[in-house]
C-alpha cells in the first residue's frame, strides 16, 4: 500500500454530532456517509459526559478517534449541547480549517446554523432521522436519513454473516476478512456509474483505519488485494488525462 500513489487531499470535512440526538451504533457509517464528501479531519461528539445517557459513545468515540466535548447542562430538561456546537461551528467557519461540515442531529435548533454556513457557499450536510423537521433537512445541501443507514448496516451484516458461513470449511482455520473495511471504503468513493477509484478508495482506507495495511492479508498492495476477491470485485484500467488509472467496481 505505501507503495502506491494517493490521489491528492480532497475538501476537508468536520463532523459534529450532537450525542444527545443521535445514535452511537452509526458512528462507523456516518463517518462513510460524510467520507463521500472529503477527508473527514475534525471529528467532535457534544454532551454531557457525566451522564450515564452519553455512556453509549464512549468506547466507539475512542476507536474513531473522536474528541469528547463536555457541556454541562446548567438547567433540567434543557439541551445546552446545541449551543456549544454551533459556537465550534462558527469558529471553525470563519478559522477557515475546513471546506465543508456534517451536522449529526434531528434537532430543528441547528436550522439557522446550516442556513448561516450554507451563506457562505461551503457545503453542509445533514445526518437525522426522518422526524427531523423539514427546515433543517432544507437548511442543509445534502440531507441523509438514519433509517436508511440503519438499513444499510443490516443488509451489510446479513451478507458477511452469510459470506462467513458459506466460505470456511468445517474445522477450516479462520482467515482475517478484508471485506467489510474494503466495502467501506468502496461504499464512500463509488461513483452514480457504480465504478471507484482505487487510488481513492486507498485514501478512504486511511480515513476509516490509519493501520490499514495490505501486507495484513497477504498482499503487498491494495490492487493485488482487491484482484485476489475476484468473488467480490472487478477491476478496469481507463486512462485518464494521459495516465491508466484502475476502477474498482463491487460485484452484486
Known sequence: MANENLTPLRNKIAILIDGDNAQSSLLPQMIVEAGRHGQVTVRRIYGDWTTNSMNS??????????????????????NATDSAMIIDAMDLL??????????????????RLATRIRETG????GIGEKKTPKPFVN?????????NLVAEKKA????????????????????????P???????????QDGWARLD????NLYQLDPGFDPRTYGQKQLSRLIKSLKDQFEMRTQEIAGSPIILVRMKE
Open 181 to 191: 473495511i474494503l466495502s467501506q471504503a468502496f461504499e464512500m468513493t463509488v461513483g
Open 94 to 111: 470563519h478559522s477557515g480549517v475546513v471546506d465543508g461540515f456534517c451536522l449529526v442531529s434531528s434537532d430543528s435548533d441547528y436550522t
Open 57 to 78: 459513545w464512549k468506547e466507539t468515540l475512542n476507536f474513531h478517534a473522536f474528541q469528547p466535548i463536555q457541556q454541562f447542562r446548567y438547567t433540567i430538561g434543557k
Open 122 to 125: 461551503i457545503f453542509v450536510m
Open 139 to 147: 437548511a442543509c445541501d445534502l440531507f441523509v436519513y438514519t433509517e
Open 156 to 179: 451489510a451484516q446479513q451478507k458477511q454473516a452469510h459470506t462467513k458461513k458459506t466460505g470456511k470449511a468445517k474445522g477450516e482455520k479462520e482467515e482475517l476478512d478484508p471485506m
Open 200 to 203: 481513492t478508495m486507498g485514501n
